[in-house]
């Protein structure tokens, strides 16, 4: 919490990235892609994925004694990163 504008911007541009997956997402199922169906699977089974790691990461910090605030930090980072390569995936990295 101490870096108050730089967790900000990041928050910002967290949400854009993951708002761009969503819409890339969206137009590959609205245009019948062929490999909608199994980009529909794998959106499932990553969050699951994610979501079990970004817990794991939690609980670890937290059992270490390293608090609130860090164990939140460290339970970002897998999210951080599954939507980062879902973007580069989708979007391509030049899209960043």
Request: proline share 2%; net charge negative; aromatic share 10%.
């Amino acid at each position: 919490m101490s870096d108050f504008w730089g967790n900000w911007i990041e928050a910002v541009r967290f949400t854009c990235e993951a708002q761009g997956v969503i819409s890339a997402r969206l137009m590959l199922f609205a245009s019948g892609a062929p490999n909608a169906l199994e980009e529909a699977a794998e959106m499932v089974t990553e969050k699951i994925s994610a979501f079990t790691r970004a817990g794991m990461a939690a609980d670890q910090a937290l059992k270490e004694g390293l608090g609130f605030y860090t164990a939140a930090e460290h339970a970002y980072l897998p999210l951080k990163a599954c939507v980062h390569a879902n973007s580069d995936r989708l979007l391509g990295a030049t899209a960043h």
